[in-house]
């Protein structure tokens, strides 16, 4: 009997939705003892503003220190959110002392995130970023980084589990099915395209599947872009409207048959489980990884 390639798809990505649901029991269950010391970059931004949140509600973390190069306040119990904290604000770097953080949770910009990082790592902070734009020689020399001082990092395209399920799901998928395509849509608001889960999730692929044309190889744009941008084959398409948070689809075709794979975060919080995780475990590691699913 032949099977469709949808049925091997399927059949790994249950064996990959099964893992996950072990993985998330074994860190439910893990409890820590002694509270871990964070410090949130960038909580005048809403993912910072979240994080923040989040941190105060975790009775197995500290809030320490928050820290953005626009604050005005020196202590948080100035902003009407938090009155009932007292918790410093930094809008310098040089101001942080690292002997008084654990770990640092970056959701800041482009434009600052490198800048954070090596100076956390060489704080000897272990960082945990969100903030997407990095390139592959700053990832690099931060992996370097992280190695010769021996400290734990993460950096995550997303936090969200979903996501993390998507990007596998989507790689398990590419081993049948090549013909690939990638839309993700952000808010209004989002500052990079395409956005990091989306060039994560090509990445991916791209380790399964060998570099391809795809379409009529004499296909002709009429207007420049309608194709979108291009990763070994694979084209990405990124919308940017109010309205949405963070969303991707994946689209895979074959002869006769198509399979999208679909990941929806309709509010931050649903990174928050993902960034509680990572600050948890971070420190028992003595490397930078990228991808949240390195350290479940």
């Known amino acids: 009997m032949r099977f469709s390639p949808i049925f091997f798809v399927i059949r790994e990505m249950m064996q990959a939705a099964k893992q996950s649901v072990r993985i998330r029991g074994r860190i439910k269950r ?27 509600k975790n009775k197995d973390f500290e809030l320490t220190a928050v820290y953005d190069p626009r604050a005005t306040e020196s ?100 081993k049948y099915l090549p013909d690939v ?42 207007l420049p872009g309608a194709r979108g941008a291009d990763y070994e084959g694979m084209k990405i398409h990124s919308v940017r409207l109010p309205g949405y948070v963070a969303h991707e689809q994946v689209l895979f075709g074959g002869q006769g048959e198509a399979l999208t794979i679909r990941q929806d975060s309709f509010d931050r919080i649903s990174f928050m489980s993902g960034v509680a ?6 420190q028992n590691y003595n490397e930078l990884f990228v991808g949240l699913e390195n350290i479940l």
Not at 151 to 158: D, E, F, K, M, S
Not at 277 to 282: G, L, P, Q
Request: aromatic fraction near 6%; proline fraction near 3%; hydrophobic fraction near 40%.
């Open 181 to 222: 395509e990638i839309i993700e849509m952000h808010h209004n608001n989002k500052l990079d395209a395409p956005s990091g889960t989306a060039l994560n999730t090509a990445k991916l692929i791209s380790k399964v599947r060998k570099e391809k044309v795809q379409g009529n190889p004499q296909e002709k744009e009429v």
């Open 30 to 56: 893990k409890r820590m003892i002694a509270m871990i010391k964070v410090l949130v970059a960038g909580f005048k931004g809403r993912m910072g503003n979240t994080t923040v949140q989040m941190v105060n």
């Open 277 to 282: 995780v990572a600050v948890s475990k971070i």
């Open 75 to 174: 202590n948080l119990n100035e902003v009407s959110d938090y009155q009932e904290l007292d918790v410093p604000v930094y809008n310098q770097l040089q101001q942080i002392n690292g002997a008084e953080v654990d770990v640092w949770i970056d959701f800041t910009s482009p434009d600052s995130v490198f800048e954070n990082v090596k100076y956390a790592l060489e704080q000897r902070i272990s960082p945990i970023v969100g903030t997407t734009g990095l390139t592959d020689d700053q990832v690099s020399q931060l992996q370097a980084l992280a190695k010769k001082e021996k400290i734990g990092g993460l950096i995550a395209p997303n936090f969200g589990i979903s996501a993390v399920l998507l990007m596998q799901f989507a790689q398990q998928a590419a």
